[in-house]
């Protein structure tokens, strides 16, 4: 990066990228901008494919593990935030817009208090608006891409402002397109661009995202039996939404998967230090997933997973990450170097890599090959990371 480029317009200083992502590791960064407008961000992003620059947009930080090393590139943090609403009412619902810098947990809330159903099952889950397609976020039967209208991008391929409706998305379990641009050359995404595969942020930057919700003060059906329990209720019940979403709150909460928790008299809580599910559950064969042993949790696949993947995913079965990480060896709390270690499984959920208040990426990434190998010689199946890896690789 040249001089003139250290210090770009609406810049800000950050020391590393620890300070912007939820694990709290990655090192310091060459330049950072935070986008209060729609035009900044646009600025930003422009400026640095133009320059060759790479590219880091960030939201909440809730979904990337960084080197150590940082990043030798521009980081833009998008921080806009607000809620439009476009219509409401009992034939189309209400259709509501916010920009991809605003609050995921928040856009959950407001749409709860706003007696809109759809999402409330999505409550607690970090980071942004703009994140939220990108990974198809999904939790306790409900996922975005069933409430998702469009969304307006910028496409760095054709440089201009994009509008995507929901069946170009190409959703799947724990993907879209715009994921997938990440690992897909320009030749075989049919644009030819020499940039592609575009990494560490895709090719379509998330502008705002529009979704179409239901009207109404119950949830929509409970899709999954914990959830259920939670709430003295059977599966395939109503119950008014902001019961749904305090009693997701709470279940998140017990797996250490929310943030905004206070430190307690002992300091902080570092199950919370985390990305979340380190590991996607993995989709199987469905002669793989008898070979599991009898106890291992199967899912059926459903329609909005089966998109996008390849014919042994869209024949497949879901299976626990969680469970086979824990029936490979790995208990709560499981660390290399035993409880004194850096980086360590959560205490209360297997799924969740967590810094212990001094941890490296070079250890968290150790640990993720360990549990990783161990599944794989355990059961034969390769879990794959759901963070974003910014220099840093299994």
């Not at 159903?117 to 980071?127: M, Q, R, T």
Request: charged content about 20%.
């Amino acid at each position: 990066m040249t001089a003139d480029q250290d210090v770009l317009p609406h810049s800000a200083v950050v020391p590393s990228l620890a300070d912007l992502t939820t694990l709290r590791v990655g090192g310091p960064v060459s330049a950072y901008v935070e986008a209060r407008t729609e035009h900044e961000l646009l600025d930003a992003v422009r400026e640095a494919d133009e320059s060759g620059t790479p590219l880091l947009v960030v939201g909440g930080g809730s979904n990337l593990l960084v080197a150590d090393e940082g990043f030798d590139g521009v980081v833009v943090r998008d921080m806009r935030s607000g809620l439009e609403v476009a219509s409401q009412d009992a034939c189309g619902g209400a259709v509501a817009t916010a920009p991809a810098g605003h609050r995921w947990d928040d856009l959950v809330r407001e749409a709860v208090e706003s007696e809109w159903f759809g999402i409330e099952a999505l409550a607690g889950i970090p980071g942004t608006v703009g994140a939220a397609p990108v990974q198809n976020i999904g939790a306790y039967g409900q996922e975005v891409s069933s409430s998702l209208a469009s969304i307006r991008v910028w496409d760095r391929a054709r440089s201009r402002v994009r509008t995507l409706v929901n069946a170009e998305l190409g959703f799947g379990y724990r993907t879209s397109v715009l994921k997938r641009s990440m690992h897909v050359s320009g030749r075989q995404a049919g644009d030819g661009d020499p940039r592609a595969p575009w990494y560490p942020s895709p090719r379509y930057v998330v502008l705002d995202v529009t979704l179409q919700l239901r009207l109404g003060s119950l949830s929509a059906p409970i899709a999954y039996g914990q959830l259920a329990a939670q709430l003295g209720a059977e599966q395939g019940d109503r119950v008014p939404s902001k019961d749904l979403r305090e009693a997701v709150l709470a279940l998140r909460g017990g797996k250490g998967m929310v943030l905004d928790d206070p430190a307690g008299p002992t300091g902080p809580d570092h199950d919370r230090w985390s990305a979340g599910s380190f590991f996607t559950n993995p989709i199987v064969s469905a002669a793989h997933a008898q070979r599991l042993p009898e106890g291992a949790p199967r899912f059926t696949v459903r329609s909005a997973e089966q998109e996008g993947g390849d014919d042994a995913e869209q024949a497949g079965v879901k299976v626990s990450a969680a469970w086979l990480i824990q029936h490979a060896g790995f208990e709560p709390g499981f660390g290399l170097t035993g409880e004194n270690s850096p980086a360590r499984l959560s205490t209360k959920h297997t799924l969740a890599l967590t810094n212990r208040g001094t941890a490296r990426a070079e250890d968290l990434i150790a640990l993720a090959r360990a549990v990783r190998d161990g599944v794989r010689d355990r059961f034969g199946v390769t879990l794959v990371p759901e963070p974003v890896l910014v220099g840093v690789t299994l």
